[in-house]
C-alpha cells in the first residue's frame, strides 16, 4: 500500500467556496445578458476559457469582454465579475492546510483560474490576516500559466513529471467529478468533496487508505 505524500488541493470549491450565481449576477450587471450561459462551475469556455487557458492576458480579455457587450469595461469591473465566485474562504481550510503541511505532507495547488482572482489569492489580503495563497503552498500550478486545464490530462501529467511525484502516492482533493475522473485514469488518488463542505477531518479517511 502506497502512502500518500502529496496532496493537490482545487481552489474554487474546495479551499475557498465558490457562488457561481453571484459571479453570474455580478458579470450581468457589467452588461453581459447572457452571463448565465457563458459562465461555468467547474471549466469556463469562450472568452473565459481563452483567459483560464492562458491564450489570452487580462487585458486581452477586458477588450474582448467590452466587445461583446458593447461598450468599454475596465480592470476594475472584470475583478469584480470574477471575484463574484468567491462566496467565503472558511479559516478551517487554511488551518487545515497549515496542520496537513506539518505533518510532512507536500501541499500542492492545481487550479482552473486567472490572473484576476488570482491577482487577489496571491495578495496579502488573502486570507484576512496578512498570508497570501502561496503561503499555504509548497508549490502551486495554475491553469492560465500552464496553457492548459482540468480535466485535460496534459495539466495532470505536467505536475505529476514537474514534481516528480508517483500517482499512487498522490491525493487529488476537487469539487468536480470530471476533474477527479480525469486523475483517477491516471492512477492518483482521488477525493471529491461538494462545494463548501468541511473536508478538513474527512480527509484523514482518505490519506488512511
Known amino acids: 500500500m502506497s502512502k500518500i505524500k502529496t496532496i ?3 481552489l474554487g470549491g474546495v479551499i475557498i467556496t465558490l ?12 452588461g453581459l445578458t447572457d ?5 461555468d462551475q467547474y471549466t469556463q469556455s469562450g472568452l473565459f476559457g481563452a483567459l483560464e487557458r492562458g491564450e489570452i492576458d487580462a487585458e486581452r480579455f477586458r477588450a474582448g469582454l467590452g466587445e461583446i457587450i458593447g461598450h468599454e469595461v475596465t480592470m476594475e469591473q472584470c475583478l469584480y465579475g ?14 487545515a492546510l497549515r496542520r496537513l503541511r506539518g505533518e ?3 501541499i500542492v495547488l492545481l ?10 489569492a496571491l495578495s496579502d489580503a488573502f486570507d484576512g490576516n496578512g498570508h497570501s495563497l502561496a503561503d499555504y503552498m509548497d508549490a502551486m500550478y495554475m491553469s492560465y500559466k500552464c496553457g492548459v486545464m482540468k480535466p485535460d490530462e ?4 505536467h505536475v505529476l513529471e514537474t514534481e516528480n511525484i508517483i500517482p499512487e502516492e498522490t491525493l487529488f482533493v476537487d469539487d468536480g467529478p470530471r476533474n477527479i475522473e480525469a486523475a483517477a485514469r491516471l492512477g ?9 463542505a468541511d473536508w478538513t477531518s474527512e480527509i484523514y479517511k482518505y490519506l488512511s487508505e
Open 104 to 106: 510532512g505532507y507536500r
Open 8 to 10: 493537490l488541493f482545487d
Open 188 to 196: 492518483v488518488k482521488t477525493f471529491c468533496p461538494k462545494n463548501g
Open 82 to 95: 470574477w471575484m463574484g465566485y468567491v462566496a467565503d474562504l472558511p479559516q478551517r481550510n487554511l488551518a
Open 111 to 120: 487550479s482552473n483560474t486567472n490572473p484576476f482572482l488570482m491577482s487577489w
Open 154 to 157: 496534459r495539466l495532470f501529467r
Open 19 to 30: 457562488d457561481q450565481p453571484q459571479a453570474v449576477k455580478r458579470f450581468k450587471e457589467i
Open 35 to 39: 452571463a448565465g450561459r457563458r459562465l
